[in-house]
């Protein structure tokens, strides 16, 4: 027992018996019940025949674990099957020929103590069967869910399926009891081709995410000026997400200025910002589980220079380039010899020799979804229903002068939707909105 836990339960008196629980207790927003169910009803189509086993996350210990502010985060599989957001919890996925079998949802007893310093919890009963759509929910016990396996496989000679991820198979107990008398094969490839096509649900989390991430990077262009420090502007891009709801961040954000603006994953935001600098804002809140993945560049004073504009400009044409590119059938490796021809097509001199494209030192795209780099196969054409992100940038360290400009895209039929349009992206845009809001300032008018 952890030490406060243990001190504080000697003033706790025991709860009362629970009634019955409110709308999605400890299970996070309403589930989209057909939606789950037709997610499973996909894997089960791919699976063929098959028992699939997902858990979920296990709380997080703070006196262990250096959390961002301590919140769970579920597992991205057991949540994309689910949509609940209990802790500790086991799914159980029967396939039959291509079609969903028996699922079984096992989660934990709900407990008094437990519900006192964590709040209730969804537990087994109707009201998890209701809220969730899944008709079978029991009390999770090691016992029961290996009673289930065995009767699963009494059923008819099935291959086991189970969440492996790379280098950590077979370290959780039920997995290596499953794995000593059985063949157990890995779902997470078959699980991330569903996921790199969003649905509905991921894409409306996604448009939701992709929100409240302009508005922040809005409210950072409106308040940067000289003299502010990189963790300043941080702060109030992050309260802005939260301000609007986002559950966390999808990533640490990015608040490089100056020369941090070179350093791609720039991490410390410590510097004090100085009239003439860029700074790159590259950020993404979390909403439902999905993260926005958004980077603007822009004058800390409000007004690019001459020579920051034709840098500027060329990231936003070699976006431009690239984002008119995308559609149904393109690879990513496409889009990339897309980006760099366009650089060397169009630098002229504003890199010396040969070109800028030397100076674009990372790929410029890369799936979005649960995860800021969300899984999924790079060599796959792109299909409708894809999202990723595009995001060219020249870093100059011999001038202190990086840009960066990063766009999240719905790739459609006929080509794409750019899902962050929201954020002013040409300097014009840019430097309008911050001088709007530098003389909003000096006059005193909202
Ligand atoms: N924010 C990390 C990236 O753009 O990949
Ligand atoms: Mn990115
Ligand atoms: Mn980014």
Not at 138 to 163: I, M, Q
Not at 210 to 239: D, S, V, W
Not at 387 to 410: A, K, M, Q, S, W
Request: hydrophobic share 40%; glycine share 10%.
């Amino acid at each position: 027992m952890r030490p406060i836990v243990a001190l504080l339960c000697l003033v706790a008196a025991p709860l009362a018996a629970q009634g019955p629980v409110p709308e999605l207790p400890g299970a996070g927003r309403p589930v989209d019940v057909e939606a789950h169910r037709a997610r499973r009803a996909q894997l089960a189509e791919r699976l063929g025949n098959g028992v699939v086993l997902v858990p979920a996350a296990e709380r997080r210990d703070p006196e262990k674990d250096v959390l961002q502010d301590g919140d769970f985060r579920q597992d991205d599989y057991f949540f994309y099957l689910t949509g609940i957001e209990t802790p500790g919890a086991w799914l159980m996925l029967v396939a039959r020929q291509g079609s969903v079998g028996i699922v079984t949802l096992f989660l934990q007893p709900r407990n008094p103590f437990v519900e006192r310093w964590m709040g209730v919890q969804l537990g087994p009963g109707e009201d998890a069967v209701r809220l969730t759509g899944i008709e079978q929910v029991l009390a999770w016990h090691p016992d029961s869910l290996k009673r289930a396996v065995r009767g699963a496989e009494a059923r008819g000679g099935v291959p086991f399926y189970a969440v492996m991820y790379p280098g950590t198979s077979g370290d959780d107990q039920i997995l290596e009891w499953l794995m000593t008398d059985r063949e157990v094969r890995n779902v997470v490839p078959v699980m991330d081709s569903l996921r790199v096509v969003k649905d509905e649900v991921s894409l409306a989390a996604l448009r939701r995410a992709i929100a409240i991430t302009t508005e922040g990077i809005k409210a950072g262009m409106r308040t940067a000026q000289p003299g502010m420090h990189e963790y300043q502007l941080e702060a109030l891009i992050e309260y802005t997400f939260r301000d609007l709801g986002a559950d966390r961040l999808g990533f640490p954000s990015i608040v490089g200025s100056g020369p941090n603006s070179v350093i791609l994953h720039y991490d410390l935001s410590r510097r004090q910002m100085q009239a003439g600098d860029l700074v790159v804002v590259d950020v993404g809140a979390e909403y439902a589980q999905h993260t926005a993945d958004v980077t603007r560049t822009f004058p800390v004073s409000g007004a690019f220079t001459d020579r920051q504009k034709a840098i500027y400009d060329l990231v936003l044409e070699t976006q431009d380039a690239i984002i008119g590119a995308v559609k149904p059938g393109v690879t990513v490796r496409d889009l990339n010899r897309i980006a760099r021809a366009h650089l060397r097509d169009h630098s002229g001199d504003r890199c010396g020799e040969p070109d800028c494209s030397r100076y674009l030192v990372h790929g410029i795209s890369h799936w979005l979804g649960m995860r800021v780099h969300d899984v999924g196969d790079y060599g796959m054409p792109l299909e409708p229903g894809m999202v990723l992100t595009i995001e060219p940038g020249i870093y100059l360290p011999d001038e202190n002068l990086g840009v960066r400009i990063e766009d999240d895209l719905l790739v459609t039929e006929t080509g794409a939707e750019v899902l962050s349009a929201g954020a002013p992206r040409t300097t014009v845009d840019i430097e309008r909105l911050m001088q709007t809001a530098e003389q909003r300032q000096a006059t005193g008018s909202d």
